[in-house]
């Protein structure tokens, strides 16, 4: 049976917070919410078919792995911009990649394993888009991650939560192949793990104890991920503002608990743009998100802001551990 649009939202929020390690989870999604299984499965296959719903996987914390990730920029003249791009999207772990109303038009994420170097990277993409380096702005502190969109307000609202720490591993090989596999595409069948783990040359139970076991910490999220624009999403504004490093913590704290930021951080300042703090918002267009901002503003006392709409998105997915194709374009293109 068709959900109800209440019901579609209900599923959506509930699929974006967390997807359960049992046997059945969308079994268990359906208990929570009241609804049968058939009907849950049913509606994603829809949303991925409408090109809605990117996909079910993990979300793995980078640093516990041995890497390390920035937001880097450059400026690009307008006749390279797309080609430049281009260049950036074809790296393995380059996984958001906008352009953005700012003089630093071209903004993207990047993570590597430590050994290979954030700066290494740079300069070999700099090198082969024939551009001036990109700058690293790296992560000083993190107050919040999490987005979880409304169907129906076409906004994210987002509750902060503690960070815990998490311990470094040192990834066996077996350790390798699960991660691999749970940051694949959850099938939506009734037994999905039971397929991945055919794929991928594992047990079920493997998968579920491995996934029990770090749900919440080594795997930040294990759930799905819509693609906002097909959601009439159409705002999306990164709001960065100049905090002196004395009020960091106590305003990196208060910007974290809007339910409209879904992401905070703070961030070095690098040459021409002195900005720290960085918060992402969306909502149903600019003026909505512009509106978020002043208020925010107003409520923190903070108005040395500016708010980067982003115009183009060329590249945007999840970001994938052990990759083998970051090593092979490591080998090509990295410095000797």
């Known amino acids: 049976m068709p959900l109800s649009e209440a019901q579609q939202n209900q599923l959506a929020k509930a699929i974006q917070k967390e997807i359960p390690f049992t046997i059945y989870p969308y ?21 991925s078919q409408e090109d809605k719903l990117r996909e079910v996987a993990g979300v793995f914390e980078g640093e516990a792995l041995g890497y390390k990730s920035a937001l880097a920029v450059g400026k690009i003249e307008e006749s390279e911009i797309e080609r430049v791009a281009a260049i950036l999207s074809e790296h393995p772990t380059v996984t958001h990649n906008y352009r953005r ?16 170097g954030i700066k290494e990277h740079l300069q070999a993409l700099s090198q082969l888009a024939g551009v001036e380096l990109f700058q690293p702005m790296e992560r000083t502190h993190t107050f919040k991650i999490g987005v979880n969109f409304d169907l129906k307000a076409k906004e994210s609202t987002t509750v902060k939560k503690k960070k815990k720490k998490i311990e470094p591993i040192q990834a066996s090989e077996r350790d390798i192949r699960i991660i691999r596999a749970l940051q694949t595409d959850l099938p939506y069948e009734s037994r999905p793990f039971a397929l991945v783990a055919e794929q991928c040359g594992l047990s079920e139970q493997e998968l579920l104890e491995f996934g029990q076991k770090h749900q919440s910490g080594l795997i930040r999220r294990y759930g799905g991920t819509f693609r906002h624009r097909k959601l009439g999403v159409k705002g999306n504004g990164m709001v960065v503002w100049n905090v002196e490093e004395e009020q960091m913590q106590e305003i990196g704290e208060q910007l974290a608990s809007q339910p409209e930021v879904s992401h905070c951080y703070a961030r070095n300042m690098v040459a021409g743009f002195p900005y720290n703090l960085y918060s992402m918002i969306h909502g149903p267009d600019q003026e909505h998100c512009e509106g978020v901002a002043r208020r925010i503003s107003g409520q923190l006392g903070m108005d040395d802001y500016i708010i980067l709409f982003s115009t183009h998105e060329y ?5 994938r551990y052990f990759l083998p194709e970051l090593d092979q374009w490591w080998q090509k293109n990295g410095q000797k």
Not at 33 to 40: A, G, I, K, N, Y
Not at 101 to 116: C, K, R, S
Not at 315 to 319: G, I, M, Q, S, V
């Open 315 to 319: 590249k945007k997915c999840r970001l």
């Open 101 to 116: 109303t700012h003089a630093f038009n071209l903004w993207f994420t990047i993570a590597v394993p430590a050994e290979m």
């Open 27 to 47: 079994r268990e999604v359906a208990r929570q919410l009241d609804l049968q299984e058939v009907d849950v499965i049913d509606q994603l296959k829809q949303w």
